[in-house]
């Protein structure tokens, strides 16, 4: 067995297979879809050839080409020239092509040779290939190209043996191109190429996918179906989240009951219980609904209707300035804004990319649920889960996505055009069956991540809120009183003037500022300022705080949430970016922390603005 370890990297298209064929090679459970950008950075694993050579296997973004227009087809050029930071140059470059779509795939293949690097071609899929009737002669492939070529069924592990074989030592040396350098000329060569080595039937086959998609790209019946199942999948989170979320509750209530009974009563105590534990809990709460969205989202790419949506909203994305490349971020973001943002690496125009980062949380998330929860039965003056209620709540979310494509429309517009025209071009994979370890695992990785990054960062800010909160203290043993003796206090009556045109008072303009923090402390920093004491159950607490709140009056003894404040406390929700996390992240994607804070001063001063446009046109109409 060889001491050195050499380095081989797998480039593909997306759907090719590549990260399938990477957890076959090294036992790691890389996520897996159907959907370009499922990789955007670089993964490594080991793995050992027959004769025991050390290989470090590289798992690039997949891209269409190396023009570098996007960031993952940068950091693909970059490994493979040796310019990325922290990862060597690869001594063997494995080319993972679809079979079935032979012509497409070759073009990064050619590429790969053109850069002068020793290449294998990993013909995967012959299965998929051979059921559409193509035949296929890997020899003349080889012998065309110039290269080693291994069918192989990637998913079935088929022919991972002879691939491994193929890169025993010594490796097969660069080959020269043969081809014309300008694209006519590849085309032609690929054209060719296909004609010998992978030979179409006579006549087309309709196969189960093309049967599929004349119903899910049907323009009538192709939109019912992404209607009915975008209904599905929002109505299941919101439904089937209920159970574990009610479990977490408990759980974060027998926490803090289990501390408070094992500590004295004092500052200590009230950190642990009310800054660590309940700072935590409002994160973790709702776990369960991030884990059914990306549960959703990981088999809608894993099945291949990913890829169909975003066709269907290519023309929709358009008249906004986007592409159909943007739409798996913006839905991506309606359970958090932090993964849609990052989403947006597989966009190929800077600008479009800025665009969608930049309106992506406007897409209402998960965490804005608990105060429309609290808001919208107040407004309608019933108990919770009407139909009514159902109505406000699509409304809330369907005037959210307007605005968010009306701005990226005039933003769109004033960021000019591309330096460098870019098109959306969109691979059709075929239906296939979820491949549920690798969804599961996706999952799992991304709710960790959920956790590790934006429940830090809130925990932290949720022990200063507590400090603020806490601090000066006073005798009175009223939680109200006391709240308005500390600095939060102060600060609210400091910043009352401010709000006030909005219809809010200063505990409601305190409560508020806490959720810049986090958008779901809002509804407990309100039960703490109207001294209503939270029980065991959720709904409960939100039905004591809305009675509190409705006999809430302005020192005139004017009611103080009347529909006209409630409107435009709803509205401010709608628009303003309370996520301090999702600021970090836009800042890390755009590169910009002056990006990152325009946005944020933006969606603040267009909150207020639009609150401040509803109350007092609302009050000029006599409502």
């Known amino acids: 067995m060889s001491d050195t370890t050499y380095s081989i990297a797998l480039v593909g298209n997306p759907n090719s297979g590549k990260s399938t064929l990477f957890n076959a090679l090294t036992g790691k459970n890389q996520r897996v879809g159907n959907y370009a950008g499922v990789t955007v950075d670089v993964k490594s694993g080991e793995t050992y050839t027959p004769h025991g050579t050390r290989l470090n296997v590289l798992d690039l973004p997949g891209c269409y080409s190396f023009r570098a227009n996007s960031p993952d087809e940068k950091v693909a050029l970059d490994a493979l020239s040796g310019n990325l930071p922290g990862t060597p140059k690869p001594d063997l470059v494995v080319c993972v092509v679809d079979a079935s779509n032979l012509e497409r795939h070759l073009q990064l293949v050619l590429q790969v040779i053109d850069l002068g690097l020793p290449a294998v071609v990993a013909l995967n899929m012959v299965d998929v290939a051979e059921k559409s009737g193509l035949r296929l002669e890997p020899s003349k492939l080889s012998e065309e190209l110039g290269i080693p070529v291994v069918p192989m069924q990637a998913n079935a592990t088929k022919g991972v043996i002879e691939l491994k074989q193929a890169l025993r030592l010594p490796f097969p040396p660069a080959t020269k191109p043969h081809w014309a350098s300008d694209e006519e000329g590849r085309r032609e060569f690929i054209a060719r190429t296909c004609e010998v080595a992978a030979r179409r039937p006579d006549s087309h086959q309709s196969n189960l996918s093309d049967k599929l998609d004349s119903f899910f790209l049907h323009p009538v019946f192709g939109w019912v179906a992404f209607l009915a199942i975008m209904f599905a999948v929002f109505w299941a989170i919101f439904s089937f989240a209920g159970i574990p979320m009610g479990w977490i509750e408990e759980g974060i209530g027998a926490a803090g009951g289990w501390v408070e009974s094992l500590m004295p009563e004092g500052d200590l105590r009230s950190l642990i219980v009310e800054g660590v534990i309940g700072g935590a809990g409002g994160v973790l709460v709702f776990l369960p609904q991030i884990i059914l969205l990306f549960l959703f989202i990981g088999l809608l790419e894993s099945s291949g209707y990913m890829a169909r949506a975003a066709f269907l909203m290519d023309g929709v994305m358009a008249k906004a300035g986007l592409s159909g490349k943007s739409f798996l971020p913006y839905f991506s973001s309606y359970a958090c804004a932090i993964p ?96 549920w370890s690798y969804i599961l695992r996706h999952v799992f990785d991304r709710a960790w991540s959920f956790v590790r990054k934006a429940g830090t960062i809130i925990l932290g800010l949720s022990i200063l809120l507590w400090a603020l909160a806490t601090y000066p203290k006073t005798d009175s043993e009223e939680p109200g009183e006391a709240l308005a003796h500390s600095a939060m206090g102060r600060i609210g009556d400091f910043i009352e003037p401010v709000v006030k045109p909005l219809g809010f008072d200063g505990r409601v303009g305190t409560a508020i500022l806490t959720s810049f923090a986090a958008r779901e402390v809002f509804v407990s920093s309100t039960a703490i300022l109207f001294s209503v004491e939270e029980t065991d159950d959720e709904e409960e607490t939100r039905e004591l705080l809305r009675d509190r709140i409705s006999a809430a009056t302005w020192p005139d003894g004017s009611p103080l949430f009347t529909p006209l404040t409630l409107i435009s406390l709803l509205v401010f929700f709608i628009y303003a970016l309370q996520c301090l996390p999702t600021t970090a992240v836009v800042a890390k994607e755009s590169g910009s922390w002056k990006w990152a804070i325009g946005q944020f001063a933006f969606m603040t001063g267009f909150a207020y603005g639009a609150s401040l446009i509803i109350y007092q046109v609302g009050n000029l109409l006599g409502f």
């Open 340 to 435: 849609g943002v990052m989403a947006t690496r597989t966009i190929d125009s800077a600008k479009e990319r800025l665009v969608t980062m930049f309106v992506a949380p406007w897409a209402s998330c998960s965490a804005r649920l608990p105060v429309y929860f609290l808001i919208i039965p107040l407004l309608l003056h019933e108990s919770e889960g009407t139909w009514k209620q159902a109505l406000i709540l699509f409304a809330i979310y369907a005037l959210g996505t307007l605005t968010a494509f009306v701005v990226a429309r005039l933003l769109r517009g004033r960021l000019g055009p591309e330096e460098i025209t870019t098109h959306f071009m969109l691979e059709l994979p075929p239906y296939r069956r979820p491949q």
